[in-house]
C-alpha cells in the first residue's frame, strides 16, 4: 500500500473568505498516488488532483463552525454498512461525540477517493470498503484532533499535553477551559497539519468494537434517503427501453406510430442496445414501449438453451484445460490409483435481482455531463461516458446517492446502463435532464449474469484416507475477458475470478492440479456476490465431504485434519461446530452440514440444520463463525453474515435462470425465486476475535451455505446432490 499524506484542505477556503457557514477545518488523505497522477496530467483519473493546502469542497473530514463533524465516504452505501464503518474510523481517532457525526457521500474523483487496494481507481467491491480504508480514516481523525488540541492550547496559552478530548469535548482540566469542536475549527484549520500521527492502542478505542447505530438507517426508514429513483429535476424526462428478445439480435425495422400516440411519449430513439421510448414519467414510457412494434434480425441471435450449454462444457471438461495451480504430479498419482473418487458439480447461470433495479440520470450540457446514481465504479463509468461524449473525464460529474442493493451488478466494467441513459440523453435538447429506468423483467431478460459452471472433480486416498491427489476442472465464462481488468487479472490466459476458491484450495494435499476453460458466449456475465466462490466453495467443500464419507471419517474431523496448518480455518471451523453442538443426534430425516471456506481475506465456517419432508429440503437453523480481523462494528458484521448467507441460501434451494433457444426463461420474483422472509432459517453468528486488521464481510458468507446445506442434506438422506438449486426428486 501507498503511503498516505494528510493535507489541509481548508486553508484556501479560509484565504478566500467563504462564507461563514463553511468555516471550519476540513482534512484530506492524499495518497501518494496523488503525485503520479500529477505528473500524468488531469484526466488520467478524474478530475484534476489537489496540491496540498488547496481549496477544496472535498475530503474526508470536515467540521463545521456548529461542531458537526462530516464524514465523506468514498464508498458507496448500498446496505452493506460503509457509511457507518467510514464514519466509525474517523470518529474514533477523532474523539468526536457519535451523536455529531454525519455522513456524505464522496464525488467521482479518484485523485482523493481512490480505493487503496486498486491504485488509481474509485470504487467500491470485493469487500474492500473497510480493509483498504482502516488506516487512512483513523490518520485523518487523529490528524484532525491533534490540529484542535494545537489550536486549543494556542487559544488558552496552556500546555498540550494537559488537554485532553472526549465525545466532542477538548478541555484544559487544571484551569476548567472546555470547549467544542465547532468553536475552535477555525483556529484549527490555521495549524500545521501534523507529518505523523499516533493513532490508538486498540485498548484505548471507545467505537471500534462496539453495536454503536448505523448512520444511515434513520433517514431510510423515515423517507428522506435520496436513491436515484427519488431525484426529480425540472423539466426531467424518463425512458425505458425495448431490448432484443435474444443476445446478439438487432433492430431492423421500428414502427414508432403508435408508441407516440400514448399521452406524454415524447420520442422513440433507436440506441444501440435497442430502442427507447421518452416520455414525461415512467408509466407513460411504459405503455409507449408496450405500443411500440419493433421488428428484430435474429439471425446472429444466441439460439441454445442451458442443457446445451451443460452439454459443450461437459466435452470441454474431457480435455485439459489452461493451469491454475498445480502441485506435485497429479496426472502421475492418479494414473497409479485404480480407486479415484470422481463427480461432476454445475451452478446456473443468476441475476443479481437487487431490489432497486437499474437506473440513472443524466443531464448533459455545454459544461459537460452529470449524472446521479448510486454509483460503485466512479472511475471507470467516468472514462466510459467521457468517451462516449468525447470529453475528457474530469467534465462527468458524478453525484454518488445511496443504491438499493448491488450484489454486484452496479460494478460494471462496461457501465452498460450509464451508458445507454447516456445514448439516450444525447438525442435530445441539450440540457434536458433524462431518468432511464429498467424495470426487474428488462433486467431479468437482458442484463448481466452470474456464469453458468461446471466442476470436474477426482480424487484418491492414501491408506490414512487423506487425499494424495486432486483434480480440479472449471469451465464458464471469463468476466474479465475484454474488460480494463484483464490485463491485471487474467494470467496466462486464466481469469483469476473464476478460478478463486478453487487454485487457492488450503486443504493438505501432495498432488494438486487445477485447471479451467473459459468459452467464449454472447451472454453477458459479472461478477456476483463473492465472484468465483459462489461456485468454487460448493465443489470443494461437498467433494471434500464425499470424501470423508470415502474415508468413513466425520466430516469435521476430517476437514482439522486437512486444515492443521491453517489456524484461521481451523478457528472458524471449531467455534461453529461448538456453538452448533457438532455431532448430536439429529433425529429421523434431519441432518448436519458443514463448510469452511476463505473469501476476500475472511474466514467463514457454517453448520446447517436441515429437515426434509417429501423430497422439500427446509433449512432449520445455520451457525456461523467469522473471523475478519478487527470487528469494527459487531452489529453490522451479523446483519452482513446474515443477509450473505440468505442471499447465497436463494440460490442453493431456489434461484436459477434458464435459457432455452436463446431465450431467458425467467422474468421476476414469480418465477426467479428468492428466499422468502418465513424461509429464512434461526441464524447465530459467532465473530473470532482477532487483532488482526479488518478484512472484508459483505461477501464471505454467500459461498459457504450451499455446500453446507447440500452437506446436511446428504446427511439427512444418504442423496448428494450436485446441482444448484438443490432438488431431490
Known amino acids: 500500500m501507498k503511503t498516505d499524506q494528510i ?63 462530516t464524514v465523506i465516504s468514498k464508498h458507496l452505501e448500498m446496505g452493506q454498512g460503509t457509511y457507518t464503518g467510514m464514519a466509525t474510523l474517523v470518529a474514533e481517532e477523532l474523539d468526536a461525540d457519535w451523536e455529531r457525526v454525519r455522513v456524505e457521500g464522496a464525488p467521482a474523483d479518484a485523485g482523493r477517493y481512490n480505493n487503496l487496494f486498486w491504485g488509481k481507481a474509485q470504487g467500491t467491491g470485493g469487500s474492500t470498503a473497510i480493509a483498504n480504508s482502516w488506516k487512512q480514516m483513523r490518520k485523518a481523525g487523529a490528524a484532525a484532533r491533534q490540529m484542535l488540541v494545537q489550536a486549543a492550547a494556542k487559544q488558552w496559552q496552556v500546555e498540550v499535553g494537559e488537554i485532553t478530548v472526549k465525545s466532542g469535548v477538548i478541555r484544559h482540566a487544571p484551569s476548567g477551559r472546555q470547549s467544542g469542536f465547532g468553536e475552535l475549527a477555525e483556529l484549527a484549520a490555521e495549524q500545521p497539519v501534523p507529518e505523523s500521527v499516533t493513532l490508538k492502542d486498540p485498548k484505548s478505542f471507545t467505537l471500534i468494537g462496539q453495536r ?49 400516440a400514448v399521452k406524454g411519449v415524447r420520442e422513440v430513439i433507436r440506441i444501440p442496445s435497442g430502442v427507447a421510448v421518452v416520455a414525461d414519467d415512467f408509466w407513460q414510457a411504459k405503455l409507449g414501449r408496450d405500443a411500440l412494434s419493433v421488428s428484430w434480425d435474429e439471425s446472429k441471435a444466441f439460439r441454445k438453451s442451458s442443457a ?204 494438486i492440479q487445477v485447471d479451467l476453460h473459459s468459452p467464449e458466449l454472447p451472454v453477458p456475465v459479472l461478477w456476483w456476490r463473492s465472484v468465483g466462490s459462489t461456485h468454487t466453495a460448493f465443489a470443494v467443500e461437498c467433494f471434500i465431504d464425499e470424501l470423508a464419507v470415502k474415508a468413513g471419517q466425520d466430516p469435521l474431523a476430517y476437514r482439522r485434519k486437512l486444515l492443521r496448518n491453517h489456524p484461521r480455518h481451523l478457528g472458524v471451523l471449531n467455534l461453529a ?60 458484521i451479523v446483519a452482513q453474515m446474515e443477509g450473505g448467507m440468505g442471499f447465497g441460501l436463494s440460490a442453493t434451494l431456489f434461484s436459477e435462470l434458464t435459457f432455452r433457444e436463446g431465450r431467458i426463461e425467467q422474468s421476476n420474483f414469480t418465477d426467479y425465486r428468492i428466499l422468502r422472509i418465513d424461509q429464512m432459517p434461526e441464524v447465530e453468528v459467532h465473530i473470532v476475535a482477532s487483532a488482526e486488521a479488518p478484512t472484508g464481510v459483505g461477501e464471505p458468507a454467500t459461498p459457504v451455505i450451499a455446500p453446507a446445506v447440500a452437506n446436511a442434506v446428504y446427511a439427512a438422506t444418504g442423496k448428494r446432490l450436485r446441482q444448484l438449486p438443490l432438488r431431490l426428486g
Open 7 to 69: 493535507v489541509n484542505l481548508s486553508r484556501r477556503r479560509f484565504v478566500a473568505g467563504s462564507a461563514v457557514s463553511l468555516a471550519g477545518l476540513t482534512l484530506g488523505i492524499i495518497p501518494m498516488v496523488v503525485a503520479e497522477q500529477r505528473e500524468a496530467g488531469p484526466g488520467i483519473a478524474g478530475q484534476a488532483p489537489e496540491t496540498a493546502g488547496d481549496f477544496s469542497p472535498n475530503a474526508f473530514l470536515r467540521i463545521d463552525a456548529n461542531g458537526i463533524v
Open 212 to 260: 454503536i447505530p448505523r448512520k444511515d438507517s434513520p433517514e431510510k426508514i423515515n423517507g428522506q434517503a435520496i436513491f436515484t429513483q427519488d431525484v426529480k429535476l425540472p423539466g426531467m424526462l424518463t425512458a425505458v427501453v425495448l431490448h432484443p428478445p435474444r443476445f446478439g439480435a438487432t433492430v431492423s425495422k421500428i414502427d414508432s406510430k403508435d408508441a407516440l
Open 308 to 511: 446445451q450449454i451443460l452439454d459443450d462444457y461437459r466435452q470441454l471438461a474431457e480435455k485439459p484445460g489452461l493451469t491454475a495451480r498445480t502441485e506435485g504430479s497429479a496426472a502421475t498419482a492418479m494414473a497409479s490409483t485404480d480407486d479415484a473418487i470422481e463427480a461432476e458439480y454445475s451452478v446456473p447461470f443468476l441475476s443479481h435481482s437487487a431490489m432497486e433495479p437499474m437506473n440513472c440520470v443524466v443531464r448533459i450540457d455545454e459544461a459537460g455531463c452529470e449524472v446521479w446514481n448510486g454509483e460503485q465504479m466512479q472511475t471507470s463509468d467516468q472514462h466510459q461516458i467521457a468517451g462516449l461524449l468525447g470529453l475528457e473525464p474530469h467534465q462527468v460529474h458524478i453525484n454518488m446517492l445511496y443504491a438499493g442493493g448491488s450484489f454486484g451488478r452496479r460494478a460494471n466494467p462496461a457501465a452498460d446502463y450509464l451508458l445507454e441513459t447516456v445514448h439516450i440523453a444525447k438525442a435530445l435538447k441539450p440540457g434536458t435532464p433524462l431518468k432511464m429506468v429498467w424495470t426487474r423483467e428488462d433486467d431479468t431478460h437482458g442484463g448481466y449474469y452470474r456464469p453458468l459452471y461446471l466442476h470436474r472433480m477426482r480424487a484418491a486416498l492414501n491408506g490414512q484416507g487423506e487425499p494424495h491427489v486432486w483434480e480440479q476442472r472449471i469451465v464458464g465464462q471469463s468476466i474479465l475477458k475484454g474488460t480494463p481488468f484483464e490485463s491485471v487479472m487474467v494470467k496466462d490466459g486464466v481469469d483469476m475470478t473464476s478460478v478463486e476458491g478453487a487454485a487457492n484450495l488450503p486443504y493438505e494435499i501432495k498432488h
Open 577 to 636: 461446530a461448538e456453538k452448533a453442538g457438532w455431532g448430536e443426534p439429529m433425529g429421523r430425516n434431519r441432518g448436519q452440514g458443514i463448510a469452511v471456506h476463505e473469501s476476500f481475506n475472511s474466514y467463514v465456517a457454517q453448520v446447517v440444520e436441515v429437515s426434509v419432508r417429501r423430497s422439500v429440503i427446509s433449512v432449520d437453523r445455520v451457525v456461523i463463525a467469522v473471523d475478519c480481523g478487527v470487528a469494527v462494528n459487531p452489529d453490522v
